[in-house]
């Protein structure tokens, strides 16, 4: 791409946010820092020093253990030695315990070993230690789960069948998620994330706020609250939290209830469109991320990863977008963490 083809899809990438939200565009500096960060022939861009953001990190030890997730390399260790090298060899500034399949329903059962590896690695770091796990509602719905489908029943018209499915539903939902963050509460953690919320729906997004405010307003332990994607789906459509529709948020109005609901930390996602560049989906996400952090009270830790926040879906994400999208969500966002 031409310089002049690198800041029209900027341009375009930030418009088509402000559009989409109803939130202010990038301005002139921010579009050309942007522009110039992507046109720079150097492999990896940083931010300025004095700048540097905090890390947070959902899956844990995937990166290493597994073969397959997160770009694994199938380390032949443990998962309490890999949290080890990430706080002593890669110098990470916060690490997470959580199982391979990260979903409540299936990991409660085995939440025992887990609290193991939770208590061991309490006695052997000292970075703080979140517990992760998604809500993932839609385990609950058949055939995986109890309940039946909104996906089946929606497609056939039984829209309040959907609904009430999604209602009781998302009471167990709820209650599997306070009782697996209050086992970890007595294991020692640090503090919970709560990740890829929403992925189903504003049903997955109001257990997510109730069981984040159960646990802020009875226990000290801070909770991060970290998205699935930009907009939240409203499959069920009517679901309210203290006042307000959850179908259709943004990631700066997602904020505003999870700051409500108590959270420590947001974690705001932008999804990919994978038909546009690289420089495009950056602008977009870092326009939708700058409307949270002008109005947050709480630190805003932006997702940037494979398929969201600008970096692509590939197996190995490439250095210098990963190295340019987070620093334009340092520098030009404000995001106060990645």
Not at 5 to 13: A, H, N, Q
Not at 287 to 316: L, Q
Request: charged share 20%.
């Amino acid at each position: 791409m031409t310089p002049d083809e690198v800041r029209r899809d900027v341009l375009e990438g930030s418009a088509a946010a402000a559009a989409k939200a109803k939130i202010p565009a990038l301005d002139e500096n921010e579009c050309e820092y942007i522009v110039d960060m992507m046109c720079s022939p150097s492999r990896i861009w940083g931010v300025e020093r004095g700048h540097e953001a905090v890390m947070s990190k959902d899956g844990g030890t995937n990166t290493l253990i597994s073969s397959r997730l997160s770009c694994g390399v199938a380390a032949p260790i443990g998962r309490e030695a890999a949290v080890r090298l990430f706080e002593t060899a890669f110098a990470f500034d916060t690490m997470e315990v959580g199982h391979l399949d990260y979903s409540v329903k299936p990991s409660k059962f085995i939440v025992s070993v887990k609290q193991e590896h939770m208590e061991l690695l309490q006695h052997t770091t000292i970075l703080p230690l979140f517990y992760g796990f998604m809500p993932n509602l839609g385990l609950y719905y058949q055939p995986d789960g109890s309940y039946p489908n909104p996906s089946d029943l929606l497609p056939m018209g039984k829209i309040e069948e959907a609904r009430r499915a999604q209602e009781e539903a998302l009471e167990v939902c709820q209650a599997d998620v306070m009782w697996q963050s209050k086992m970890m509460i007595g294991t020692g953690a640090d503090a919970l994330n709560y990740d890829t919320v929403a992925s189903t729906g504003d049903a997955e997004f109001l257990a997510a706020l109730r069981a984040t405010e159960e646990i802020t307003s009875t226990t000290d332990l801070p909770v991060q609250v970290s998205m699935a994607s930009e907009m939240v789906l409203g499959f069920h459509g009517q679901l309210e939290y203290r006042g307000t529709r959850l179908a259709g948020l943004w990631p700066h109005q997602q904020m505003k209830l999870a700051e409500a609901a108590g959270a420590s930390i947001f974690g705001p996602v932008v999804n990919n469109n994978s038909r546009k560049s690289c420089a495009w989906n950056i602008a977009r996400a870092v326009t939708f991320v700058k409307a949270c952090t002008t109005d947050a009270k709480i630190p805003i830790h932006a997702n940037v990863g494979g398929g969201v926040g600008g970096v692509p879906m590939c197996e190995v994400s490439p250095l210098d977008i990963v190295t340019r999208a987070s620093a334009a969500m340092i520098e030009v966002g404000k995001a106060d963490g990645l």
